[in-house]
């Protein structure tokens, strides 16, 4: 993502231009980065995944929600939009104006070609800051296979990888499982080929 040609922002300018901008920002370091837009098969993944853990957490103390909230890592530090937030405890806000959220508890980012490194590297780095968050999971679109960071004692973080339509991913601090078939409802792969399971 490019840096926007502005000079160095502090956070409260950075909030200012980004809540009366008709587009959305993420912030770091007094920089400002537009984010990309996505496709169809991103779009639908999202959705897909962002339905299913609402269903499975109705009547809990958990609100799932896309990427119209933003997230703040530290003051100075990372603002983001990750595409699907979960929060259980009593949520927390950096202002009264309740738009930038301080603790989620699980964080899911879907992987374009545009952005996984970025996802896969400081946004993690910087995401795995956070006290709240128990698992960050980022989630392919060119393949069935979503791969759960889950923080573990004394602050390591073990990595679970769940791959093919007949398997099913399992969001631990949240007790919800999925199968990936109903996460890849719908979605087409790269090679417009038919993804079939895993062969027993």
Sequence with gaps: MAAQPHPRL??????????????????FDGMM??????SYEHWLIVNNVARRLGNALEGTSCSVGTSDLRLRISVGG???????MVVCDEPRFADTTTDMVLNPQVLVEV???STEAYDRGFKSQQYRQLESLQEYALVAQSEPRIEIF???????????EFAGLDSACRFESLDVTIPLAEIYKKVSFPDDSPVLPNAL
């Design 111 to 113: 992987l374009s070609r």
């Design 10 to 27: 502090t956070p409260e300018q950075y909030l200012d231009i980004e809540r009366a901008a008709p587009f959305k920002s993420e912030y």
């Design 150 to 160: 889950r923080r573990h004692a004394n602050q390591h973080w073990l990595l679970i």
């Design 78 to 84: 990372l603002h983001a939009y990750p595409d699907i």
């Design 33 to 38: 980065y537009a984010m990309p837009g996505v």
